[in-house]
Every structure is written in C-alpha cells, then in structure tokens.
C-alpha cells in the first residue's frame, strides 16, 4: 500500500473519530442509554413528544439498533403524526454497534491493512495471507467509514421541544414568522446567533428559532 493510500485511509477513518464524539460527549456529561431510554418514556406518559423523542435519539446513539428504544422512538413520532425516518442500508449497517466500537475496528482495520503492507515490502512469500489480511482490514474499515456517514448527520441535528415553534426570517423575538413546526420535528442546525439557532427541514424550508424551543441531539459541552 503506497502513501497515498495510506493518507485516503486515515482521512476516511477521520470521519469516524469525529462523529464518535457523540457517544464521549453523551457519555462525559453522565448519560446512559438505559437513563436517557427510562427518561424518554417518562416524557412519552406525560405527553411530552419533543423531549420524548430528544431522549430516545440520544439514548440511541449510546446504544445503536436497541429494539425497544426504536419501537418507542416510532410509537412516539407516530402518535405526534411525525413522519417516520427512513434508513438506507448503510445506516442500517452501521447501527450494528457503538461509535466507540466501530471507531475501535476502524483503528485494528488501519492496523491489519498496514501489517499487510510492510510484510509485502519484506518478503513475497505467503501471498494469500497478505491478501486475507488485506480483504479484513478493508471490511472493518468499511463499517467504520459506513458508520461516520450514518452518524455525521446527528451532529447537527436538533428536535423541537415546545408545541408550535415559529421559524422567524430574523434571529430576533420579533421577527416575522415564515412557518410553524411541530413538536418534536427534527431539524438541521447550521449556525447560532444571540439565542436563536438557524435551522433546515427535511421539506427544505430554513428559518431562525429560538433556543428555548430547540435542543441539539448531540449534547452541547458546557461553557467553561
């Protein structure tokens, strides 16, 4: 494998590595999938839809594919009359663990596949094991890159939690209204000004909304 190769492998292991700062920042700040889980439910009977779904997508990145934390996740959006999130194939592949596990198969991936690489440059001998090493080192780089792709998105995704939120064309308290979200709608956050935060639907539609009625998935670290 020549340094090009080498520089594509831990650009594309890079991925990984940031979007794993999800399940650290989760888990530093005193989560756990079973806490947010339990939290969410207690949201759910109390006919909080936003908070309710805040809780279960970040109990979600702690324990990704967790059968009861996705049934509920849909049972809540459903009864909001959310739309259900759909899932490609590589997010649902890259669901079958934690970011911290498949940030940890991305490294022994780049290990196996740089072993692979010097034992060639040291003997031409036992070709088919240097093949092996390298067809496993690509797999397990493979759903390592498959698992940044599916997570990147949540790193700059929030919720709506407070019934009817305005997204205003100005991020001011008095700015004109240009539509109305619902409660517990996911929406992308691109930037942040003075307490209102600049959002995106999946309909395309963007707007400026207040901080009080939008929580990020991923946790914000606090200020020092």
Known sequence: MNARMWVVACLAFGVLMGTSQAGAQATSAGYSAAGLYNLGNSYARAGKPGLAILNYERASLL????PDIEANLRFVRSTARLPAESRNTIDRLARIGSPF???????FGIAIIGAGA??????SRHRRLRVAAL???LTMLASTICSGVALWPKLHSGVIIAAS???RVSPVPMGDSLF???EGE???????HEGFTFISTAAGRSGW??????APIVPRRPAN
């Open 63 to 66: 324990a990704p594919g967790d």
């Open 101 to 107: 596990t498949l940030s940890w198969i991305g490294v």
């Open 118 to 123: 010097v034992a060639a440059q040291l003997s």
């Open 135 to 137: 067809l496993v080192g």
């Open 165 to 167: 939120t305005p997204a």
């Open 180 to 182: 109305v979200l619902r």
């Open 186 to 192: 996911t929406v992308r956050i691109s930037a942040e």
């Open 209 to 214: 909304v207040a901080d009080s009625h939008l």
